[in-house]
Protein backbone atom coordinates (compact mmCIF):
# COMPACT_ATOMS: atom_id res chain seq x y z
CA UNK A 1 0.00 0.00 0.00
CA UNK A 2 1.44 3.74 -1.06
CA UNK A 3 2.00 5.91 1.63
CA UNK A 4 -0.68 8.89 1.83
CA UNK A 5 -0.89 12.01 0.29
CA UNK A 6 -0.59 14.21 3.36
CA UNK A 7 -0.67 17.09 1.28
CA UNK A 8 -3.97 16.54 -0.37
CA UNK A 9 -5.77 14.77 2.98
CA UNK A 10 -4.80 18.09 4.85
CA UNK A 11 -5.56 20.41 2.81
CA UNK A 12 -9.31 18.88 1.86
CA UNK A 13 -9.79 18.88 5.96
CA UNK A 14 -8.77 22.72 5.95
CA UNK A 15 -11.23 23.28 3.62
CA UNK A 16 -14.08 21.45 5.64
CA UNK A 17 -13.15 22.63 9.07
CA UNK A 18 -11.69 19.46 10.04
CA UNK A 19 -8.09 20.81 10.60
CA UNK A 20 -6.95 24.94 11.63
CA UNK A 21 -5.82 27.16 8.29
CA UNK A 22 -1.94 27.78 8.77
CA UNK A 23 -2.83 31.15 6.55
CA UNK A 24 -2.06 34.39 7.95
CA UNK A 25 -4.22 36.86 8.77
CA UNK A 26 -2.08 39.82 6.72
CA UNK A 27 -3.39 37.35 3.77
CA UNK A 28 -6.49 37.92 3.02
CA UNK A 29 -8.31 39.95 1.33
CA UNK A 30 -8.96 43.56 2.15
CA UNK A 31 -13.02 43.25 2.24
CA UNK A 32 -13.52 39.40 3.06
CA UNK A 33 -17.12 37.91 1.81
CA UNK A 34 -19.25 36.99 4.22
CA UNK A 35 -19.03 33.37 5.40
CA UNK A 36 -21.17 30.91 7.35
CA UNK A 37 -20.54 30.26 11.00
CA UNK A 38 -17.69 28.32 11.83
CA UNK A 39 -18.05 24.35 12.28
CA UNK A 40 -18.54 23.57 15.73
CA UNK A 41 -16.42 20.97 17.47
CA UNK A 42 -18.61 18.04 17.22
CA UNK A 43 -18.74 18.90 13.17
CA UNK A 44 -14.53 19.21 13.16
CA UNK A 45 -14.27 15.83 15.18
CA UNK A 46 -16.79 13.86 12.71
CA UNK A 47 -14.94 15.47 9.77
CA UNK A 48 -11.85 14.44 11.46
CA UNK A 49 -12.94 10.79 12.09
CA UNK A 50 -14.55 10.52 8.81
CA UNK A 51 -10.99 11.18 6.99
CA UNK A 52 -8.76 8.79 9.86
CA UNK A 53 -11.32 6.41 9.62
CA UNK A 54 -11.29 5.61 5.78
CA UNK A 55 -7.58 5.98 5.80
CA UNK A 56 -7.17 3.17 8.29
CA UNK A 57 -10.08 1.13 6.41
CA UNK A 58 -7.69 1.24 2.97
CA UNK A 59 -4.65 -0.34 4.85
CA UNK A 60 -6.87 -2.97 6.31
CA UNK A 61 -7.21 -4.25 2.92
CA UNK A 62 -3.76 -4.30 2.23
CA UNK A 63 -2.65 -7.89 1.09
CA UNK A 64 0.24 -7.46 3.65
CA UNK A 65 -1.15 -8.97 7.41
CA UNK A 66 1.02 -6.54 9.19
CA UNK A 67 0.01 -3.51 7.71
CA UNK A 68 -3.68 -5.04 7.71
CA UNK A 69 -2.84 -5.41 11.73
CA UNK A 70 -1.74 -1.78 12.14
CA UNK A 71 -4.85 -0.63 10.07
CA UNK A 72 -7.38 -2.45 12.59
CA UNK A 73 -5.16 -1.41 15.74
CA UNK A 74 -5.85 2.05 14.50
CA UNK A 75 -9.47 1.80 13.97
CA UNK A 76 -10.35 0.22 17.19
CA UNK A 77 -9.18 3.87 18.44
CA UNK A 78 -12.62 5.58 16.72
CA UNK A 79 -15.13 5.63 19.33
CA UNK A 80 -18.11 5.67 16.39
CA UNK A 81 -20.41 3.27 15.20
CA UNK A 82 -19.09 2.86 12.12
CA UNK A 83 -15.61 1.49 13.21
CA UNK A 84 -17.51 -1.01 14.97
CA UNK A 85 -19.07 -2.36 11.63
CA UNK A 86 -15.94 -2.67 10.44
CA UNK A 87 -14.05 -4.58 13.01
CA UNK A 88 -16.59 -6.94 12.85
CA UNK A 89 -16.25 -7.25 9.31
CA UNK A 90 -12.32 -7.67 9.85
CA UNK A 91 -13.34 -10.20 12.71
CA UNK A 92 -15.43 -12.34 10.39
CA UNK A 93 -13.63 -12.22 7.29
CA UNK A 94 -9.85 -11.88 7.73
CA UNK A 95 -8.25 -14.67 6.31
CA UNK A 96 -5.17 -14.06 9.14
CA UNK A 97 -5.71 -15.41 12.32
CA UNK A 98 -3.58 -12.38 14.32
CA UNK A 99 -5.19 -9.54 12.59
CA UNK A 100 -8.93 -11.00 13.55
CA UNK A 101 -7.34 -11.55 16.94
CA UNK A 102 -6.66 -7.67 17.09
CA UNK A 103 -9.70 -6.74 15.37
CA UNK A 104 -11.67 -9.20 18.08
CA UNK A 105 -9.63 -6.97 20.76
CA UNK A 106 -10.99 -3.87 19.31
CA UNK A 107 -14.37 -5.37 20.06
CA UNK A 108 -13.73 -6.60 23.00
CA UNK A 109 -12.57 -3.22 24.27
CA UNK A 110 -16.13 -1.73 23.04
CA UNK A 111 -18.12 -4.27 25.22
CA UNK A 112 -19.29 -1.79 27.68
CA UNK A 113 -20.98 -0.01 25.10
CA UNK A 114 -22.10 -3.27 23.21
CA UNK A 115 -25.82 -4.27 23.20
CA UNK A 116 -27.38 -7.96 23.43
CA UNK A 117 -27.23 -8.84 19.76
CA UNK A 118 -23.54 -7.55 19.01
CA UNK A 119 -22.87 -9.58 22.23
CA UNK A 120 -24.21 -12.44 20.65
CA UNK A 121 -22.59 -12.02 17.22
CA UNK A 122 -19.15 -11.45 18.96
CA UNK A 123 -19.54 -14.23 21.08
CA UNK A 124 -20.06 -16.85 18.01
CA UNK A 125 -17.19 -15.12 16.49
CA UNK A 126 -15.19 -15.70 19.73
CA UNK A 127 -16.42 -19.26 19.70
CA UNK A 128 -15.32 -20.18 16.01
CA UNK A 129 -12.21 -18.77 16.81
CA UNK A 130 -11.33 -21.09 20.19
CA UNK A 131 -12.01 -24.17 18.09
CA UNK A 132 -9.75 -23.10 16.08
CA UNK A 133 -7.27 -22.52 18.88
CA UNK A 134 -6.31 -19.10 17.80
CA UNK A 135 -6.11 -17.96 21.57
CA UNK A 136 -2.54 -18.79 23.33
CA UNK A 137 -0.65 -17.07 25.94
CA UNK A 138 -1.66 -14.03 27.41
CA UNK A 139 -4.67 -14.33 25.51
CA UNK A 140 -6.62 -17.26 27.27
CA UNK A 141 -7.87 -15.82 30.45
CA UNK A 142 -9.46 -13.06 28.36
CA UNK A 143 -11.15 -15.61 26.08
CA UNK A 144 -12.34 -17.40 29.70
CA UNK A 145 -13.57 -14.44 30.87
CA UNK A 146 -15.47 -13.81 27.44
CA UNK A 147 -16.75 -17.49 28.05
CA UNK A 148 -18.24 -17.06 31.39
CA UNK A 149 -20.65 -14.37 29.93
CA UNK A 150 -21.83 -17.13 27.78
CA UNK A 151 -24.40 -19.94 28.98
CA UNK A 152 -22.35 -23.13 29.01
CA UNK A 153 -22.80 -25.55 26.27
CA UNK A 154 -20.97 -29.41 24.71
CA UNK A 155 -18.76 -26.94 22.40
CA UNK A 156 -17.78 -23.88 25.13
CA UNK A 157 -17.42 -26.55 27.82
CA UNK A 158 -14.71 -28.38 25.12
CA UNK A 159 -12.59 -25.10 24.45
CA UNK A 160 -12.77 -25.05 28.88
CA UNK A 161 -11.62 -28.65 29.33
CA UNK A 162 -8.71 -28.28 26.48
CA UNK A 163 -7.51 -24.93 28.14
CA UNK A 164 -7.62 -26.96 31.62
CA UNK A 165 -5.40 -30.19 30.22
CA UNK A 166 -2.96 -27.67 28.44
CA UNK A 167 -2.04 -25.63 31.69
CA UNK A 168 0.83 -26.16 34.05
CA UNK A 169 0.88 -25.03 37.59
CA UNK A 170 4.46 -24.95 37.71
CA UNK A 171 4.51 -22.11 34.92
CA UNK A 172 3.51 -18.43 36.12
CA UNK A 173 1.85 -17.51 33.42
CA UNK A 174 -0.63 -20.32 33.59
CA UNK A 175 -1.86 -19.24 36.84
CA UNK A 176 -3.78 -16.39 35.74
CA UNK A 177 -5.14 -19.06 33.23
CA UNK A 178 -6.36 -21.47 36.26
CA UNK A 179 -8.15 -18.61 38.22
CA UNK A 180 -9.91 -17.35 35.09
CA UNK A 181 -11.22 -21.49 34.62
CA UNK A 182 -12.55 -21.01 38.09
CA UNK A 183 -14.21 -17.90 37.80
CA UNK A 184 -15.88 -19.19 34.55
CA UNK A 185 -17.05 -22.39 36.47
CA UNK A 186 -18.08 -20.18 39.39
CA UNK A 187 -20.70 -18.32 36.58
CA UNK A 188 -21.95 -21.62 34.69
CA UNK A 189 -21.75 -23.53 38.35
CA UNK A 190 -22.16 -26.97 36.04
CA UNK A 191 -22.03 -29.85 38.52
CA UNK A 192 -20.13 -31.80 35.85
CA UNK A 193 -16.93 -29.85 36.08
CA UNK A 194 -17.13 -29.57 39.94
CA UNK A 195 -17.68 -34.20 39.30
CA UNK A 196 -14.38 -34.16 37.15
CA UNK A 197 -12.52 -31.75 39.27
CA UNK A 198 -12.64 -33.49 42.40
CA UNK A 199 -11.91 -36.85 40.29
CA UNK A 200 -8.56 -35.61 39.59
CA UNK A 201 -7.15 -34.55 42.92
CA UNK A 202 -6.35 -38.01 42.91
CA UNK A 203 -4.30 -37.71 39.55
CA UNK A 204 -0.51 -36.95 40.48
CA UNK A 205 0.21 -34.70 37.81
CA UNK A 206 -3.47 -32.65 37.67
CA UNK A 207 -4.29 -32.59 41.54
CA UNK A 208 -2.73 -29.24 42.41
CA UNK A 209 -4.54 -27.47 39.23
CA UNK A 210 -7.89 -29.26 39.98
CA UNK A 211 -7.34 -28.04 43.62
CA UNK A 212 -6.42 -24.21 42.06
CA UNK A 213 -9.63 -23.83 39.89
CA UNK A 214 -11.99 -26.01 42.93
CA UNK A 215 -10.94 -23.44 44.92
CA UNK A 216 -11.52 -20.08 42.68
CA UNK A 217 -15.19 -21.78 41.65
CA UNK A 218 -16.72 -21.50 45.17
CA UNK A 219 -14.96 -24.97 47.13
CA UNK A 220 -14.11 -23.77 50.79
CA UNK A 221 -11.91 -27.08 51.80
CA UNK A 222 -9.01 -26.03 53.03
CA UNK A 223 -5.76 -26.52 50.63
CA UNK A 224 -3.50 -29.34 50.68
CA UNK A 225 -0.14 -27.35 51.35
CA UNK A 226 -2.59 -26.02 54.41
CA UNK A 227 -2.54 -29.07 56.15
CA UNK A 228 1.15 -29.56 56.85
CA UNK A 229 3.28 -28.10 59.25
CA UNK A 230 5.08 -25.29 58.53
CA UNK A 231 8.44 -26.98 59.04
CA UNK A 232 8.12 -29.17 56.41
CA UNK A 233 8.84 -26.46 53.99
CA UNK A 234 12.52 -26.32 56.04
CA UNK A 235 14.60 -28.90 54.02
CA UNK A 236 16.98 -28.89 56.93
CA UNK A 237 13.99 -29.08 59.46
CA UNK A 238 15.18 -32.11 61.92
CA UNK A 239 11.08 -32.75 62.59
CA UNK A 240 9.82 -33.72 59.41
CA UNK A 241 5.73 -35.53 60.02
CA UNK A 242 3.31 -35.51 56.87
CA UNK A 243 1.90 -38.17 54.96
CA UNK A 244 3.06 -39.43 51.54
CA UNK A 245 1.76 -37.97 48.30
CA UNK A 246 -0.66 -40.50 47.94
CA UNK A 247 -2.54 -40.12 51.73
CA UNK A 248 -2.33 -36.48 51.30
CA UNK A 249 -4.28 -36.15 48.23
CA UNK A 250 -6.72 -39.25 49.21
CA UNK A 251 -7.46 -36.79 52.84
CA UNK A 252 -8.27 -34.17 50.07
CA UNK A 253 -10.08 -35.58 47.85
CA UNK A 254 -12.51 -36.70 50.54
CA UNK A 255 -12.79 -33.22 52.01
CA UNK A 256 -13.96 -32.34 48.94
CA UNK A 257 -16.39 -34.62 48.31
CA UNK A 258 -18.12 -34.70 51.92
CA UNK A 259 -18.68 -30.65 50.50
CA UNK A 260 -19.93 -31.52 47.25
CA UNK A 261 -22.50 -34.01 48.92
CA UNK A 262 -24.11 -31.26 51.02
CA UNK A 263 -23.56 -28.60 48.19
CA UNK A 264 -24.33 -30.42 44.43
CA UNK A 265 -28.23 -29.94 44.59
CA UNK A 266 -27.83 -26.24 44.72
CA UNK A 267 -25.88 -25.98 41.87
CA UNK A 268 -27.71 -25.13 38.83
CA UNK A 269 -26.05 -24.86 35.36
CA UNK A 270 -26.44 -21.27 34.30
CA UNK A 271 -28.85 -21.36 31.44
CA UNK A 272 -28.39 -17.64 30.80
CA UNK A 273 -26.14 -15.47 32.73
CA UNK A 274 -28.05 -12.56 34.81
CA UNK A 275 -27.82 -9.03 33.17
CA UNK A 276 -25.35 -7.58 30.69
CA UNK A 277 -22.61 -9.00 32.20
CA UNK A 278 -20.63 -8.58 28.83
CA UNK A 279 -20.14 -4.69 29.65
CA UNK A 280 -17.76 -5.61 32.56
CA UNK A 281 -14.91 -7.19 30.14
CA UNK A 282 -12.29 -4.79 29.99
CA UNK A 283 -9.42 -4.52 27.54
CA UNK A 284 -6.56 -6.43 26.91
CA UNK A 285 -4.01 -5.43 24.17
CA UNK A 286 -5.67 -3.19 22.29
CA UNK A 287 -7.11 -0.12 24.86
CA UNK A 288 -10.27 1.09 24.40
CA UNK A 289 -11.30 3.70 21.98
CA UNK A 290 -10.90 7.43 22.90
CA UNK A 291 -14.36 9.10 23.98
CA UNK A 292 -15.74 10.94 21.44
CA UNK A 293 -15.91 14.54 23.27
CA UNK A 294 -12.17 14.18 24.60
CA UNK A 295 -10.87 14.60 20.94
CA UNK A 296 -9.19 17.65 20.39
CA UNK A 297 -9.88 17.90 16.49
CA UNK A 298 -7.18 21.32 16.16
CA UNK A 299 -4.28 19.04 17.98
CA UNK A 300 -1.58 18.53 15.98
CA UNK A 301 -1.24 15.27 16.64
CA UNK A 302 -4.06 14.12 13.82
CA UNK A 303 -1.29 15.49 11.51
CA UNK A 304 1.27 12.48 12.28
CA UNK A 305 -1.33 10.04 12.56
CA UNK A 306 -2.31 10.93 8.89
CA UNK A 307 1.61 9.94 8.16
CA UNK A 308 1.16 6.61 9.20
CA UNK A 309 3.30 4.33 6.47
CA UNK A 310 3.07 1.15 5.58
CA UNK A 311 4.67 -1.40 8.32
CA UNK A 312 6.64 -3.19 5.93
CA UNK A 313 10.21 -5.25 7.54
CA UNK A 314 11.59 -7.60 4.38
CA UNK A 315 14.36 -9.64 6.40
CA UNK A 316 15.62 -9.32 10.12
CA UNK A 317 18.48 -10.78 11.56
CA UNK A 318 18.92 -11.16 15.57
CA UNK A 319 21.87 -12.76 17.95
CA UNK A 320 20.88 -13.11 21.22
CA UNK A 321 24.36 -12.38 23.81
CA UNK A 322 23.15 -13.96 26.83
CA UNK A 323 25.11 -14.36 30.06
CA UNK A 324 25.13 -18.14 31.21
CA UNK A 325 26.82 -17.57 34.62
CA UNK A 326 25.26 -19.39 37.70
CA UNK A 327 22.51 -16.82 38.48
CA UNK A 328 21.02 -16.87 35.02
CA UNK A 329 19.36 -20.40 35.91
CA UNK A 330 15.82 -18.63 35.58
CA UNK A 331 16.66 -16.52 32.19
CA UNK A 332 18.00 -19.57 30.61
CA UNK A 333 14.98 -21.70 31.50
CA UNK A 334 13.08 -18.76 29.66
CA UNK A 335 14.89 -18.40 26.89
CA UNK A 336 14.87 -22.44 26.52
CA UNK A 337 10.59 -22.25 26.17
CA UNK A 338 10.67 -18.83 24.37
CA UNK A 339 13.23 -18.99 21.99
CA UNK A 340 11.27 -21.02 19.47
CA UNK A 341 7.87 -18.44 20.43
CA UNK A 342 9.86 -15.47 19.36
CA UNK A 343 11.72 -16.71 16.19
CA UNK A 344 8.02 -17.83 14.90
CA UNK A 345 7.09 -14.20 16.01
CA UNK A 346 10.01 -12.75 14.05
CA UNK A 347 9.09 -14.73 11.45
CA UNK A 348 5.61 -13.99 10.61
CA UNK A 349 6.46 -10.29 10.62
CA UNK A 350 9.47 -10.94 7.69
CA UNK A 351 8.43 -11.55 4.03
CA UNK A 352 11.73 -13.25 3.97
CA UNK A 353 12.98 -15.59 6.42
CA UNK A 354 14.58 -14.79 9.77
CA UNK A 355 18.02 -15.85 11.01
CA UNK A 356 19.03 -16.28 14.60
CA UNK A 357 21.77 -16.64 16.40
CA UNK A 358 22.72 -17.46 20.17
CA UNK A 359 25.91 -16.67 21.42
CA UNK A 360 26.60 -17.23 25.54
CA UNK A 361 29.20 -15.58 27.68
CA UNK A 362 30.40 -16.56 31.24
CA UNK A 363 33.61 -15.06 32.63
CA UNK A 364 37.84 -15.84 32.08
CA UNK A 365 37.51 -18.31 35.38
CA UNK A 366 35.03 -21.01 33.42
CA UNK A 367 36.40 -23.68 31.36
CA UNK A 368 34.66 -21.75 28.86
CA UNK A 369 34.24 -17.91 28.27
CA UNK A 370 32.07 -17.62 25.06
CA UNK A 371 29.90 -20.43 23.20
CA UNK A 372 28.13 -19.32 19.74
CA UNK A 373 25.90 -20.62 17.61
CA UNK A 374 25.96 -18.56 14.48
CA UNK A 375 23.22 -17.00 12.53
CA UNK A 376 20.82 -19.27 10.71
CA UNK A 377 17.32 -19.28 9.08
CA UNK A 378 17.57 -23.16 10.27
CA UNK A 379 16.46 -22.44 14.15
CA UNK A 380 16.62 -25.67 14.82
CA UNK A 381 20.00 -26.44 14.88
CA UNK A 382 20.56 -24.29 17.92
CA UNK A 383 18.48 -26.14 19.91
CA UNK A 384 21.29 -28.31 20.86
CA UNK A 385 23.61 -25.64 22.02
CA UNK A 386 20.76 -23.52 23.79
CA UNK A 387 18.59 -27.33 25.72
CA UNK A 388 22.29 -28.14 27.26
CA UNK A 389 23.02 -25.00 28.16
CA UNK A 390 23.32 -24.25 32.48
CA UNK A 391 23.92 -21.62 34.40
CA UNK A 392 27.36 -21.96 36.14
CA UNK A 393 30.50 -20.12 36.98
CA UNK A 394 30.65 -16.71 37.57
CA UNK A 395 31.51 -16.02 40.87
CA UNK A 396 31.95 -12.34 41.13
CA UNK A 397 30.29 -9.74 39.55
CA UNK A 398 31.24 -8.41 36.36
CA UNK A 399 31.49 -10.64 33.39
CA UNK A 400 33.18 -11.47 30.11
CA UNK A 401 31.18 -9.27 27.81
CA UNK A 402 33.75 -8.59 25.40
CA UNK A 403 34.49 -11.32 23.60
CA UNK A 404 30.83 -12.54 23.23
CA UNK A 405 29.94 -9.26 21.86
CA UNK A 406 33.37 -9.16 19.38
CA UNK A 407 32.51 -12.94 18.08
CA UNK A 408 28.63 -12.38 17.66
CA UNK A 409 29.67 -8.94 15.63
CA UNK A 410 32.69 -10.94 13.90
CA UNK A 411 32.38 -14.41 13.15
CA UNK A 412 28.46 -13.99 12.23
CA UNK A 413 27.86 -13.57 8.55
CA UNK A 414 25.47 -10.97 8.93
CA UNK A 415 23.55 -9.83 5.60
CA UNK A 416 25.32 -7.08 3.74
CA UNK A 417 22.24 -5.92 2.90
CA UNK A 418 20.55 -2.36 4.40
CA UNK A 419 17.66 -1.21 2.92
CA UNK A 420 14.77 -3.36 4.37
CA UNK A 421 17.06 -5.46 6.53
CA UNK A 422 17.45 -5.10 10.41
CA UNK A 423 20.33 -6.43 12.34
CA UNK A 424 20.22 -6.29 15.67
CA UNK A 425 21.68 -7.73 18.97
CA UNK A 426 19.89 -8.69 22.24
CA UNK A 427 21.76 -8.82 25.27
CA UNK A 428 20.51 -10.40 27.92
CA UNK A 429 22.35 -10.34 31.80
CA UNK A 430 22.24 -9.12 35.30
CA UNK A 431 26.01 -8.45 35.70
CA UNK A 432 27.73 -5.53 33.75
CA UNK A 433 31.26 -5.98 32.26
CA UNK A 434 34.61 -5.95 33.60
CA UNK A 435 35.33 -2.16 33.92
CA UNK A 436 38.67 -2.34 31.98
CA UNK A 437 36.86 -3.34 28.65
CA UNK A 438 34.05 -0.87 28.90
CA UNK A 439 36.00 1.50 26.35
CA UNK A 440 36.77 -1.19 24.00
CA UNK A 441 32.64 -2.31 24.11
CA UNK A 442 31.57 0.71 23.35
CA UNK A 443 34.12 1.21 20.41
CA UNK A 444 32.81 -1.56 19.32
CA UNK A 445 29.31 -0.50 19.95
CA UNK A 446 29.73 2.73 18.17
CA UNK A 447 30.66 0.70 14.75
CA UNK A 448 27.47 -1.34 14.61
CA UNK A 449 25.10 1.86 12.92
CA UNK A 450 27.50 1.94 10.08
CA UNK A 451 26.85 -1.20 9.17
CA UNK A 452 22.74 -1.09 9.99
CA UNK A 453 23.28 -2.84 13.10
CA UNK A 454 21.33 -2.22 16.61
CA UNK A 455 22.16 -3.22 20.37
CA UNK A 456 19.54 -4.08 22.65
CA UNK A 457 19.91 -4.71 26.32
CA UNK A 458 17.58 -6.53 28.69
CA UNK A 459 18.81 -5.80 32.22
CA UNK A 460 17.88 -8.74 34.33
CA UNK A 461 17.19 -8.90 37.80
CA UNK A 462 16.63 -12.04 39.69
CA UNK A 463 16.81 -13.01 43.14
CA UNK A 464 20.50 -13.67 42.49
CA UNK A 465 21.32 -10.66 40.81
CA UNK A 466 20.59 -6.98 41.22
CA UNK A 467 23.47 -5.33 40.22
CA UNK A 468 24.02 -1.83 38.51
CA UNK A 469 23.75 -2.44 34.71
CA UNK A 470 24.25 1.47 33.83
CA UNK A 471 27.03 0.12 31.37
CA UNK A 472 24.12 -1.27 29.61
CA UNK A 473 22.48 1.32 28.99
CA UNK A 474 25.85 2.68 27.82
CA UNK A 475 26.38 0.34 24.91
CA UNK A 476 22.80 0.08 23.66
CA UNK A 477 23.07 4.18 23.19
CA UNK A 478 26.28 3.70 21.42
CA UNK A 479 24.97 1.32 19.06
CA UNK A 480 21.82 3.16 18.36
CA UNK A 481 19.73 0.84 20.30
CA UNK A 482 18.04 0.94 23.68
CA UNK A 483 17.23 -0.99 27.08
CA UNK A 484 14.33 -2.46 29.10
CA UNK A 485 14.76 -3.75 32.40
CA UNK A 486 12.98 -7.43 32.86
CA UNK A 487 12.60 -9.02 36.11
CA UNK A 488 12.29 -12.93 36.87
CA UNK A 489 11.01 -14.55 39.98
CA UNK A 490 11.38 -18.14 40.52
CA UNK A 491 9.97 -20.81 42.49
CA UNK A 492 11.30 -21.74 45.43
CA UNK A 493 13.62 -20.04 47.94
CA UNK A 494 16.26 -22.15 47.81
CA UNK A 495 18.18 -23.70 45.68
CA UNK A 496 19.02 -27.43 45.62
CA UNK A 497 22.93 -28.82 44.98
CA UNK A 498 24.60 -31.78 44.24
CA UNK A 499 27.43 -32.93 45.56
CA UNK A 500 29.91 -30.88 43.32
CA UNK A 501 27.58 -27.77 43.95
CA UNK A 502 25.67 -27.81 40.91
CA UNK A 503 21.84 -27.22 40.31
CA UNK A 504 19.06 -29.46 41.28
CA UNK A 505 15.94 -28.88 39.21
CA UNK A 506 13.74 -28.68 42.04
CA UNK A 507 10.67 -30.23 39.76
CA UNK A 508 12.75 -33.44 39.63
CA UNK A 509 13.13 -33.91 43.97
CA UNK A 510 10.63 -36.12 45.27
CA UNK A 511 10.32 -34.10 49.01
CA UNK A 512 7.11 -32.03 49.25
CA UNK A 513 9.05 -28.25 49.62
CA UNK A 514 9.57 -28.98 45.90
CA UNK A 515 6.47 -30.71 44.60
CA UNK A 516 3.62 -28.74 46.51
CA UNK A 517 5.26 -25.91 44.82
CA UNK A 518 2.70 -23.72 42.92
CA UNK A 519 3.85 -20.72 40.66
CA UNK A 520 3.16 -17.46 41.63
CA UNK A 521 0.46 -15.36 39.46
CA UNK A 522 2.87 -13.36 36.92
CA UNK A 523 2.18 -9.75 38.37
CA UNK A 524 4.83 -8.86 36.11
CA UNK A 525 4.94 -8.58 32.10
CA UNK A 526 6.58 -11.58 30.68
CA UNK A 527 10.02 -10.84 29.94
CA UNK A 528 9.85 -11.88 26.63
CA UNK A 529 6.96 -9.62 25.89
CA UNK A 530 8.95 -6.84 27.17
CA UNK A 531 11.69 -7.50 25.12
CA UNK A 532 9.89 -8.02 21.53
CA UNK A 533 7.92 -4.80 21.89
CA UNK A 534 11.01 -2.83 22.80
CA UNK A 535 12.90 -4.59 19.50
CA UNK A 536 9.77 -4.78 16.96
CA UNK A 537 8.54 -1.27 17.13
CA UNK A 538 11.72 -0.20 17.15
CA UNK A 539 12.45 -1.69 14.34
CA UNK A 540 9.18 -0.94 12.27
CA UNK A 541 8.23 2.33 13.61
CA UNK A 542 9.11 3.85 16.75
CA UNK A 543 6.46 7.13 16.99
CA UNK A 544 4.01 4.13 16.35
CA UNK A 545 4.96 2.64 19.42
CA UNK A 546 1.13 2.94 20.55
CA UNK A 547 -0.23 1.09 17.66
CA UNK A 548 2.96 -1.28 17.49
CA UNK A 549 2.94 -2.76 21.20
CA UNK A 550 -0.62 -4.23 20.57
CA UNK A 551 0.67 -5.66 17.58
CA UNK A 552 3.96 -7.60 19.49
CA UNK A 553 2.05 -8.49 22.29
CA UNK A 554 -0.63 -10.07 20.23
CA UNK A 555 1.66 -11.93 18.38
CA UNK A 556 3.69 -12.85 20.96
CA UNK A 557 0.67 -14.28 22.47
CA UNK A 558 -0.32 -16.42 19.43
CA UNK A 559 3.09 -17.93 19.19
CA UNK A 560 2.86 -18.97 22.13
CA UNK A 561 3.04 -22.90 22.70
CA UNK A 562 1.34 -24.66 25.20
CA UNK A 563 3.37 -25.44 28.58
CA UNK A 564 5.04 -28.68 28.64
CA UNK A 565 2.98 -31.31 30.34
CA UNK A 566 3.05 -31.63 34.55
CA UNK A 567 4.82 -33.70 35.44
CA UNK A 568 5.11 -34.40 39.87
CA UNK A 569 6.96 -36.77 41.65
CA UNK A 570 4.69 -38.29 44.63
CA UNK A 571 6.93 -38.39 47.72
CA UNK A 572 7.28 -40.74 50.63
CA UNK A 573 5.77 -40.18 54.30
CA UNK A 574 8.11 -38.65 56.23
CA UNK A 575 10.91 -37.16 54.17
CA UNK A 576 13.88 -36.66 55.88
CA UNK A 577 15.94 -33.41 57.08
CA UNK A 578 18.92 -32.91 53.92
CA UNK A 579 22.61 -32.42 54.92
CA UNK A 580 23.76 -29.28 55.14
CA UNK A 581 25.82 -27.86 52.26
CA UNK A 582 22.70 -29.49 49.68
CA UNK A 583 21.30 -26.39 49.69
CA UNK A 584 21.76 -22.61 49.15
CA UNK A 585 19.89 -19.69 49.76
CA UNK A 586 18.53 -17.79 47.05
Known amino acids: MTSISIVGV ?26 STAPSKEQKVT ?82 MAEKDVFHGGLRATLLKV ?38 EEQWRSPGIIDGLIN ?35 PMAAKRSH ?15 KWWMTEKSHWKETVKPEGPVWKDLKPKYVPAPFVFDSIEPDDKVWYHDLELGKADLAQFEAAFLVDATGSMGDVLDWLKRDLGR ?44 VNDMNADGGGDIPEAILPGLKDTIEKNKWTKRTKGASKVIILIGDAPPHSNELEQIITLAKKCPENGMKIYAAKVKTELGRNDLSDFDD ?31 YKTIDRPEAQLIVASAADLEPPGEKIMKLVISDTISPEYRDRIDPLSQTLLAYCAKPSKAESRKAFPANTPPLPKGTLKPQ
Open 10 to 35: LSAMVIHGALPSTSRADDAPANPPRT
Open 47 to 128: KLLDYLEAEYVKKTTSLYWVTRAMGTISLSRSPRPTATVKLFEILEKDKHDVVRLLAWQGLLARCENMDSKSFVRFSAATLS
Open 147 to 184: MACNAPNPRWKKIWEKLFTECNAWEPEDISVLDALGAC
Open 475 to 505: IAKAAGGATVDVEFRRGVSVRFLDAIGHDIP
Open 243 to 257: PSWGDMWQATRKECE
Open 342 to 385: MVMAFQMLCKEPTAIGVTFYRDYDCPWVVKMGALTTKVQTLEPL
Open 200 to 234: LTTETNMALRAELVLRRAGCPVRTTISTLAPEIFD
